[in-house]
């Protein structure tokens, strides 16, 4: 079938980030699926739908998929709290605010990180039901921090997080730091090695890791597993480079992605300046400059605007012109520039390494002006 998806947010899968949801628009329109995205349906009809703005869209059939929502009306009728979220409030025992009456499965708020939430998630609904059971039976349970961790398919792509994500995490006043790369899903030297796209968020106080976000054909399930893991278990970012996990060319890397999360967090906590790819035009605008430290065939097939090409070989030779300057240095996914920046930091020279690179920087740029263009003939 011809499908057209008519999305009302700017991006699919709110859960992900934008740059990160970009990869699932991608994976779309390789499937020949018409992606509308900042689009809000105004009418259907027999003939399709139109939407606001009054773009036509024909269609034989239209699916509306516009999300659930808790059925509360017993629990109301029961005098029960409803919570800041909109779900029962429960304790930690899932005992609502009625002592004789526990509460479980989607209707019941979840505690978070950053207070009460909504989570429909199976796996939650399970441990919270057999909580409710030992709660009621006398036995002392203490109900644990809901990550929603989640993980969908589409078109082979897998995309999967955890925790809160940048936008949550902004939107709330959190300081953090984040953590972009572009690993492969093991050993690149063996066949069939797929590029995902990860994400990490860390609290720059504790080191504790916020959320996280993966997206790729292969290895998602096991990295966001073990990520969720960490953080149920109170792993800082740093800690990851410690874990040791299963090796073998087929399975993953001598030095796993997640490994060289922990290595790349490390490398911030040890003084590495870093710029996101939606903070480029602002330190433009304050006077910093793009540097591109890929090869010139890289630089040839596209770059960012503006960008200065001095490659990684030839930075050295390179260094009096650079000097006294204020440089964003990048490549492909950041490896490069963290040795560029390296150099130029031990020259004096202020460096930040644009994080996870050209790759992430386009991610973000396609997502943010596809939205506008959507918007702007809506």
């Known amino acids: 079938m011809k ?3 008519v999305e009302a947010l700017p991006q699919l899968m709110p859960l992900l980030d934008a740059e990160m949801a970009w990869l699932l628009v991608e994976r779309a329109r390789v499937n020949d699926v018409d992606v509308h995205l900042a689009a809000k349906v105004h009418e259907v009809t027999d003939q399709g739908v139109t939407l606001e703005g ?5 269609a034989d059939m239209v699916v509306m998929a516009v999300g659930a929502k808790a059925n509360l009306e017993l629990a109301k009728e029961a005098g029960l709290d409803i919570g800041s979220a909109g779900g029962i409030a429960v304790d930690d025992q899932q005992r609502s605010s009625d002592p004789a009456i526990w509460a479980v499965g989607d209707a019941a708020e979840k505690k978070r990180e950053a207070g009460a939430g909504m989570i429909p998630l199976a796996g939650l609904a399970n441990r919270h039901g057999r909580y409710a059971a030992d709660s009621i039976m006398g036995r002392p349970v203490r109900n644990a921090t809901a990550y929603g961790t989640s993980i969908v398919g589409f078109f082979g792509l897998a995309a999967a997080s955890t925790g809160l994500n940048e936008r949550v995490l902004r939107d709330q006043g959190r300081a953090m730091r984040i953590i ?3 690993p492969i899903d093991h050993a690149g ?9 990860m994400k990490i968020i860390v609290d720059p106080e504790t080191d504790l890791i916020l959320g996280a976000q993966v997206v790729g054909d292969d290895g998602v399930d096991k990295r966001i597993d073990v990520l969720a893991t960490a953080m149920q278990a109170g792993l800082t970012a ?11 060319p087929q399975f993953g890397s001598a030095k796993d992605p997640i490994n060289m999360a922990g290595y790349i967090n490390d490398n911030r906590v040890g003084g590495e300046d870093s710029a996101q790819w939606h903070e480029v035009d602002q330190l433009i605008a304050d006077g910093w400059e793009l540097i591109d430290v890929r090869s010139s065939f890289e630089h040839s097939r596209g770059t960012i605007p503006g960008a200065e090409f001095v490659a990684l070989d030839s930075i050295r030779d390179n260094l009096d012109s650079l000097r006294a300057r204020k440089l964003i240095v990048f490549d492909r996914v950041g ?4 040795t560029a920046a390296s150099i130029l930091r031990l020259e004096g020279i202020e460096v930040k390494n644009l994080d996870g690179g050209y790759l992430t920087w386009q991610l973000g ?5 596809a939205t506008k263009q959507e918007a ?3």
């Open 3 to 5: 499908v057209t998806l």
């Open 54 to 58: 009054g773009n036509a869209l024909d």
């Open 180 to 182: 972009h790369s572009h």
């Open 189 to 197: 030297y063996y066949p069939d090695a797929a590029q995902m796209a």
């Open 238 to 248: 740093t800690d990851l480079i410690d874990l040791e996990l299963a090796y073998a």
């Open 335 to 338: 490896q490069r520039a963290h």
């Open 365 to 369: 740029t396609f997502a943010t002006t």
């Open 376 to 378: 702007s003939t809506s």
